[in-house]
């Protein structure tokens, strides 16, 4: 292996070396050839009206010019750089060295003369052009034919590429895509709707016209993909340009937000594909995030589920407030160290435990609430898929109902002084298991908060894109995998909301809380999930029903058309933050309640799978699909 190392290292030296040698060659060449075409050119390639005088001397000093220069543009680094990646700092170093090597040379020039008349000025300008030149020549060569030979190869695999918005951020992209040596995209065509601009260039490429041209355009110049480089247009614009879009089947991507532009981080490996997101045509919900650090920092704050992807989200951003610090449990060990681990980088300075336990667990859990003291507990450890917890009824009981009894219990008497439990607007009227055991946990917590000196709040919000057991992964692993892409049924709505949306209102909601509330997350529109599916197959870059087909599977068992986020009964509260709302608690007998929770608890103790008389028993408003 050592010898096979040895005389790669002989080879790559022997390269080095021969690359050198040429390059001196050449500039020996260059130093001679400057030397006579600047007389030249000063008699205007009259060789015979020449001056003796003047000739004799160049011609004498030659050998030193040559090795003067030499030794100049090795103290430059002309011989060592690396000519491939040329960029302005070697252009200055020719420059130089090239003024230097001329300079010494007018010197030697004045040791060497013959007579009273010394070399004409205009001959030492001549010589320092051509002696740039023909250096630069050499160097810079090299540069272009080997990006003339990677755009060769990347040609067979270009893309072609259309930018959407003719400002500072499309410059800055166009440049570095036009500049590239690498890059297999080519820039067909830019759009934008400022008048002004169309017929105009940047960077050699065309302004064509407006949003009105995107599809006309996407087709002449045979577009694969579309970016869109508008950082500092609101959500809503960013809509209406993308539902455009979507017609073309070109692969669409983005710059994140206007910071990167302000920071100067706008560049290739900035671009992202657009997602579902980005065509909601909403700006992202604002929170006083005063309220929330005032609430957070230097608080021991507990997460329960904290690795799953609400769990998760509420350790990032409630990191990002300066806890004391920040108690992670989960019974999934995989996720649960993925935040770990991301938090380790992103927050150095954190606080952090990070413990196995189920909440299902009394002991355990009264064993991390009485040693870590948490202030705060935000409950978001349960089982959540409908169909799933359909066949296994009693399992969403223990875990859901029954988990959140023992944690909640185990903060109250250790003391926390607020407890958050994430819930669900499936618990609005529920049609389903999951739906029925989240009701019960908002009655427990209000409940709770009557008996104990603790603060016990729920929070209910729909469905959160791209959460684990969400639409949106199903929807693109069907669609890489070719299709067809599965949708229960054409007319199915869902609520929707980012998943950082919904953790930082969650954390707001938090903030505001006195105890005994049900917070109610404004969803905006809902959202037809057929659409859903349609954008993210376009948005993919394919023909819905052409490439990839849907189908209709029907309705799980225990799912809803519609998703409800306020029982009728409840009303409504504003608060503060017009994203948030509070439900008037409903009135329940609380002796009866508990008693119904025993008995539901015996009844999943000995596995009894027609628990759901009894829920509805708890739950007057669940109605099972049975029915």
């Known amino acids: ?162 930018v959407i918005g003719a400002g500072e951020a499309a410059n800055v992209i166009i440049k570095e895509i036009v500049n590239s040596n690498f890059s297999t995209m080519v820039i067909k065509c830019i759009i934008d709707d400022d008048k002004g601009k169309w017929g105009k260039y940047i960077q050699g490429i065309k302004v064509v016209g407006g949003r009105d041209r995107i599809v006309e355009c996407a087709d002449v110049y045979d577009v694969d993909e579309i970016i869109v480089a508008m950082p500092s247009a609101n959500r809503a614009e960013i809509k209406n340009i993308l539902e455009i879009c979507k017609d073309t089947n070109c692969r669409l991507r983005s710059l994140p937000g206007m910071y990167q532009l302000v920071n100067g981080e706008v560049n290739v490996s900035k671009l992202r594909d657009v997602e579902v997101e980005d065509l ?189 057991g969400s639409v949106i992964p199903l929807f693109r692993k069907q669609i890489e995998a070719g299709g067809p892409v599965t949708v229960t049924h054409p007319d199915i709505i869902r609520y929707f909301m980012t998943i950082p949306e919904a953790v930082s209102l969650v954390l707001q909601a938090g903030a505001y809380a006195k105890g005994g509330e049900i917070f109610v997350l404004d969803m905006g529109e809902p959202v037809r999930i057929l659409d859903l599916a349609e954008n993210l197959i376009k948005l993919s870059g394919y023909r819905v029903g052409e490439d990839i087909k849907i189908e209709f599977t029907g309705l799980r068992p225990g799912e809803k058309l519609y998703e409800e986020l306020l029982m009728d009964e409840e009303g409504l509260q504003d608060t503060a933050n017009s994203m948030i709302h509070i439900g008037r608690p409903i009135e329940l007998d609380e002796q009866e309640f508990f008693a119904q929770l025993k008995e539901l608890k015996d009844e999943c103790q000995i596995e009894n799978s027609d628990i759901r008389p009894l829920i509805k028993k708890i739950v007057k408003t669940y109605h099972s699909e049975e029915e």
């Open 1 to 162: 292996m050592s010898k096979e190392k040895d005389k790669n290292k002989k080879t790559f030296n022997v390269k080095i070396l021969y690359r050198r040698a040429c390059l001196i060659v050449y500039d020996v060449i260059s130093v001679v050839l400057a030397s006579y075409m600047a007389i030249l050119m000063r008699y205007e390639f009259a060789i015979d009206a020449i001056p003796s005088h003047f000739m004799t001397p160049i011609e004498r000093i030659m050998p030193f010019n040559i090795l003067i220069t030499l030794v100049v543009f090795y103290f430059f680094h002309l011989y060592s750089s690396l000519w491939a990646y040329a960029g302005e700092t070697e252009l200055q170093n020719i420059v130089v060295s090239c003024s230097i090597s001329t300079v010494l040379h007018g010197i030697g020039l004045q040791f060497f003369k013959i007579s009273s008349q010394p070399v004409p000025k205009s001959y030492y300008f001549m010589y320092l052009f051509l002696l740039v030149t023909c250096i630069f020549a050499s160097r810079f060569s090299y540069r272009f034919f080997r990006s003339l030979k990677h755009r060769q190869q990347n040609k067979k695999n270009r893309t072609s590429v259309m």
């Open 280 to 468: 909601l045509g909403r700006d992202p919900v604002s929170v006083d995030m005063d309220s929330i650090l005032g609430y957070v920092q230097n608080k021991v704050v507990l997460v329960t589920g904290g690795g799953g992807s609400i769990g998760s989200e509420l350790c990032r951003q409630i990191a990002s407030h300066r806890p004391k610090q920040l108690v992670i449990v989960d019974i999934y060990e995989n996720s649960v160290y993925d935040i770990q681990q991301e938090l380790k980088v992103t927050h150095p300075e954190l606080d952090m435990v990070v413990l196995i336990a189920s909440v299902r667990n009394t002991n355990r859990m009264n064993y991390i609430c009485s040693k870590y003291k948490p202030d705060i507990v935000y409950h978001a450890a349960a089982h959540k898929h409908v169909p799933l917890m359909e066949d296994s009824p009693t399992e969403a009981i223990k875990n859901n109902v029954f988990g959140t009894f023992k944690t909640a219990q185990a903060a109250a008497m250790s003391g926390v002084q607020r407890f958050v439990m994430i819930s669900t607007d499936k618990a609005v009227n529920p049609t389903n298991i999951m739906g029925a055991s989240k009701r019960i946990c908002e009655m427990i917590i209000q409940t709770f908060d009557k008996h104990y000196d603790t603060e016990f709040v729920a929070v209910r919000f729909g469905n959160v894109l791209g959460s684990n």
